[in-house]
């Protein structure tokens, strides 16, 4: 299931999805202070344009904490939402529901994406 829903994935949704992640890179590399936060975008830029099969790990210490609040505030509510968004549309179908639930796990990750790992 994980390479065929990986190009599932890809073709129906993670490209978009891949793109905003890629752009907010974009937009934090803009200056010197964000482009630590910009390379942590591109990285979920590439688990977000094949998340099937991969998994996150939540944790981090206080600087991780520090960076989630501030990225929740300038651009992670958008790319949750949107993602979040996606995810209950693909829900309502009964061939959408491993889709959406993707789609959850990147919203989830959208809030908190400091001190998660992907494995």
Not at 46 to 51: I, N, R, T, V, Y
Not at 81 to 92: E, H, K, N, T, W
């Amino acid at each position: 299931m994980g390479c065929l829903g990986n190009i599932i994935w890809f073709i129906f949704g993670g490209f978009v999805s891949g793109l905003s992640w890629a752009l907010a890179g974009c937009l934090w590399c803009i200056s010197i202070v964000g482009v630590p936060i910009g390379i942590q975008c591109f990285k979920f830029a590439g688990l977000s344009f094949f998340p099937f099969g991969k998994e996150i790990h939540y944790g981090g210490g206080a600087g991780s904490l520090l960076l989630n609040i501030l990225w929740i505030l300038i651009t992670g509510i958008p790319l949750a939402i949107v993602s979040a968004s996606f995810g209950v549309i693909l829900c309502i179908t009964i061939i959408g529901i491993p889709f959406g639930l993707q789609h959850f796990k990147i919203a989830k990750l959208a809030l908190m994406p400091f001190g998660a790992t992907i494995e």
